[in-house]
């Protein structure tokens, strides 16, 4: 009986916290507003995927092999923090988290990641991170059809994001921009946010 209560209790809250958690808003940033966000910003290819039980809920642990740093310094092998997954019968799912699969490559920015639900980034913990903006800060990496030459698109291209300014949700960001010109902008963007430092 006391195990059967202890069930009924896990799935109320796993309900309870999976209902929270799919109440997603995420504000528009811009790209000035990501690179000065992120802690370190680079192109990554997906390595492993594994969702799994930690501190009290589910979680996507990422492990991404480093191809070029833009911002920061990282090592060759990083990992991501994500709520969200599934882990057994069980899945947690959390709208506007980014979700990888083995093999394929994107631009992320990357924020030190603390432990627990991460709606702000706290400093490091144990060496992984999280993802600056969630889709905000995930640009997958593709080819146009016509030249074959490397594209990003921001997966907030296609998610609702609400835009401060207007006081509304719009589909909105970058989708297959050459992959040069968007280095292009991200040193720019990093250029202005260490003048404003200075």
């Known amino acids: 009986m006391r195990i ?9 809250a796993l309900l309870s916290t999976a209902a929270a958690l799919r109440a997603t808003t995420l504000a528009r940033l811009s790209l000035d507003q ?8 680079a192109r990554v290819r997906c390595v492993s995927v594994e969702s799994r039980w930690e501190n009290g809920g589910i979680w996507t642990v990422t ?9 920061g310094a990282l090592p060759v092998q990083i ?18 988290t980014p979700k990888f699969i083995a093999g394929e490559e ?14 702000e980034p706290a400093p490091a913990r144990a060496g992984g991170f ?7 800060g995930t640009f997958r990496i593709g080819h146009d059809p016509r030249t074959a030459r490397e594209t990003v698109t921001q997966d907030s291209s296609t998610f609702a994001v609400f835009d401060t300014a207007t006081r509304t949700f719009r589909t ?13 902008r991200v040193t ?4 202005r946010a260490q003048e404003k430092t200075r």
């Open 130 to 136: 999280t993802v600056t903006g969630w889709v905000e």
């Open 4 to 12: 059967r209560m202890l069930t009924l209790f896990i799935l109320v």
């Open 63 to 71: 492990t991404f092999g480093v191809v070029e740093t833009i911002k």
């Open 106 to 119: 994107a631009v992320v920015f990357l924020e030190q990641y603390s432990g627990g639900l991460q709606v």
């Open 34 to 41: 990501l690179t000065a966000a992120a802690d370190a910003v």
């Open 79 to 96: 990992t991501v923090r994500l709520p969200g997954g599934r882990v057994g019968h069980l899945t947690a799912s959390v709208d506007g």
């Open 188 to 191: 720019a963007a990093l250029a």
């Open 172 to 184: 909105e960001g970058v989708r297959r921009m050459p992959i040069e010109q968007f280095r292009e």
